[in-house]
C-alpha cells in the first residue's frame, strides 16, 4: 500500500491526524535542534578569545562609501559536503592605519542551513558611521561551521567631494604712484 502525503488525501481519517503530529513534530524538533547548534557554535568556535585566525591569501572582500552611507560586500559560498552544514557569518573589527577601531553593526542573515552541494550568496549591508575617518579600514569575515581560515576585508571610507565654489576674480583699485608730493613740502 502506497501513502503519499497530497490535499487530496482524505484528511478525516485517523492516519492523517497522526502524519500531520509527526510533521509538526520533525518540524518542531529541526528548529530547535538548529537553534540548539547555533549556541553551542557561538560558544566554541573561532571567535573565543586566543584564537588566530589567518586570512586566506589572495581572497579580499572590498567595498567603499562615504560616511553615512551604507556598503554591501557579498559572497557565495559552496557545500561540498556530503552532510547539511550551518553557516554563521561574523565580521571582526575593522581598524585604520592609524589605530582608529571601528566595531560594524551588520545587517545579513543569522544563520544558514546549507544542504549538501547547495550555494548561496551571502550579502552583508554595512553602514558607515558619520564620524569614521577617511581611509581603508581592513577586518576579517569568519564564517563559522564552513571554514577555518578568515576572509580579508577591505573598506575604503573616502570622504564626499564637494564641487568647489567658482570665484570670481578679484577687483584690484589701482595704487597710488611712488613718488607723490606731500602737502607742504617744497617742489
Same mark, same amino acid.
Given at each position: 500500500?502506497?501513502?503519499?502525503?497530497?490535499?487530496?488525501?482524505?484528511?478525516?481519517?485517523?492516519?492523517?491526524g497522526l502524519l500531520?503530529?509527526?510533521?509538526?513534530?520533525?518540524?518542531?524538533?529541526?528548529?530547535?535542534?538548529?537553534?540548539?547548534?547555533?549556541?553551542?557554535?557561538?560558544?566554541?568556535?573561532?571567535?573565543?578569545? $586566543?584564537?588566530?585566525?589567518? =586570512?586566506?591569501?589572495?581572497? %579580499?572582500?572590498?567595498?567603499?562609501? +562615504? !560616511?553615512?552611507?551604507? *556598503?554591501? /560586500?557579498?559572497?557565495?559560498?559552496?557545500?561540498?559536503?556530503?552532510?547539511?552544514?550551518?553557516?554563521?557569518?561574523?565580521?571582526?573589527?575593522?581598524?585604520?592605519?592609524? $589605530?582608529?577601531?571601528?566595531? =560594524?553593526?551588520?545587517?545579513? %542573515?543569522?544563520?544558514?542551513?546549507? +544542504? !549538501?552541494?547547495?550555494? *548561496?550568496? /551571502?550579502?552583508?549591508?554595512?553602514?558607515?558611521?558619520?564620524?569614521?575617518?577617511?581611509?581603508?579600514?581592513?577586518?576579517?569575515?569568519?564564517?563559522?561551521?564552513?571554514?577555518?581560515?578568515?576572509?580579508?576585508?577591505?573598506?575604503?571610507?573616502?570622504?564626499?567631494?564637494?564641487? +568647489?565654489?567658482?570665484?570670481?576674480?578679484?577687483?584690484?583699485?589701482?595704487?597710488?604712484?611712488?613718488?607723490?608730493?606731500?602737502?607742504?613740502?617744497?617742489?
Open positions: 500500500m502506497r501513502v503519499g502525503n497530497d490535499p487530496e488525501w482524505d484528511s478525516k481519517s485517523p492516519m492523517a500531520k503530529l509527526q510533521t509538526e513534530f520533525y518540524t518542531r524538533l529541526t528548529e530547535e535542534t538548529l537553534k540548539y547548534l547555533r549556541h553551542i557554535q557561538a560558544a566554541s568556535l573561532p571567535s573565543t578569545p $586566543g584564537t588566530v585566525l589567518l =586570512p586566506r591569501q589572495g581572497l %579580499q572582500l572590498e567595498a567603499s562609501g +562615504a !560616511p553615512g552611507e551604507t *556598503v554591501e /560586500i557579498q559572497l557565495e559560498i559552496e557545500n561540498r559536503q556530503r552532510v547539511h552544514c550551518v553557516v554563521t557569518p561574523m565580521l571582526s573589527p575593522f581598524v585604520h592605519a592609524s $589605530g582608529a577601531t571601528w566595531f =560594524p553593526s551588520v545587517v545579513h %542573515q543569522a544563520s544558514l542551513l546549507l +544542504a !549538501p552541494e547547495q550555494i *548561496v550568496t /551571502i550579502k552583508m549591508q554595512i553602514p558607515l558611521p558619520s564620524g569614521i575617518p577617511d581611509g581603508v579600514f581592513r577586518g576579517a569575515l569568519l564564517l563559522q561551521g564552513f571554514r577555518e581560515n578568515a576572509i580579508l576585508v577591505a573598506i575604503t571610507v573616502a570622504l564626499p567631494t564637494t564641487p +568647489a565654489t567658482a570665484k570670481s576674480p578679484a577687483v584690484r583699485k589701482p595704487r597710488a604712484p611712488k613718488h607723490t608730493r606731500r602737502k607742504g613740502a617744497k617742489p
